[in-house]
């Protein structure tokens, strides 16, 4: 069975903090992503990975960054977390030309 | 970045009915990928198609790729209540190196 895991489901952090969000796949994919998804708004794309060190920006990158120093963890920084950064974020994997395996969310809120 | 729309944006429908679908796409794909979201929950592959395929089809669904109008149907036969989901394409583009853009999805509800 794939596996790509958000280290939580819920978290709630406080203006100004910094905030980790980290996504573990087990299947040697090439690709992850990370996503925030609002009411409305459908899935946006924040950052890709296509290899380790290697990333690329997606449509929202303002106010993240991110770091992929093995392939199997992706992990989503936000430097300072705001309140419009409260929102459902999706980390996902994926082969080359394949298709993706999500994680199953972290609900974000930031107060 | 090339993103599918999908159409409708909302689709109601009595249990029983079929479900159709339809995505657009602007620039040469190398395949086209359907999925399904739970309410609150992550998504779900449903089905890929390749560029050189015309209908594939996996259990009730039914999907077709028409590459010269750059589009794509989803069809969801005999459709059940446990239907009710929003559905979502993404066709990564061809010089795109597999970087997957999600559109709105369609949120379908199927009515007992």
């Known amino acids: 069975d794939v596996k790509v895991t958000q280290s939580s489901r819920y978290l709630v952090k406080r203006t100004g903090e910094k905030v980790f969000l980290e996504c573990v796949q087990d299947?040697?994919?090439?690709?992850m992503f990370w996503y925030r998804q609002d009411p409305g708004l459908g899935l946006r794309l924040i950052y890709f990975s296509y290899d380790v060190k290697m990333k690329e920006k997606g449509d929202i990158p303002e106010g993240y960054s991110v770091s992929r120093e093995k392939k199997e963890r992706f992990s989503l920084i936000l430097e300072s977390a705001s309140t419009n950064q409260t929102s459902m974020y999706l980390c996902a994997t994926a082969g080359v030309n394949t298709e993706a395996f999500f994680g199953q969310g972290t609900r974000l809120t930031v107060v | 970045s090339q993103q599918g729309e999908e159409d409708p944006q909302a689709l109601s429908i009595q249990e029983g009915e079929n479900a159709t679908m339809n995505c657009s796409y602007k620039?040469?794909?190398?395949?086209l990928q359907w999925y399904r979201q739970n309410s609150g929950r992550g998504l779900v592959h449903l089905i890929l198609?390749?560029?050189?395929?015309r209908e594939k089809h996996s259990g009730r669904l039914r999907v077709t790729l028409d590459t010269s109008k750059k589009s794509s149907s989803l069809l969801i036969t005999a459709s059940r209540a446990a239907d009710t989901a929003s559905y979502f394409c993404a066709p990564p583009a061809y010089n795109q190196g597999g970087k997957l853009i999600f559109g709105q999805g369609t949120e379908l509800s199927v009515k007992p």
């Open positions: 198609i390749r560029s050189n395929e």
């Open positions: 299947m040697d994919h090439e690709n």
């Open positions: 620039t040469s794909i190398n395949n």
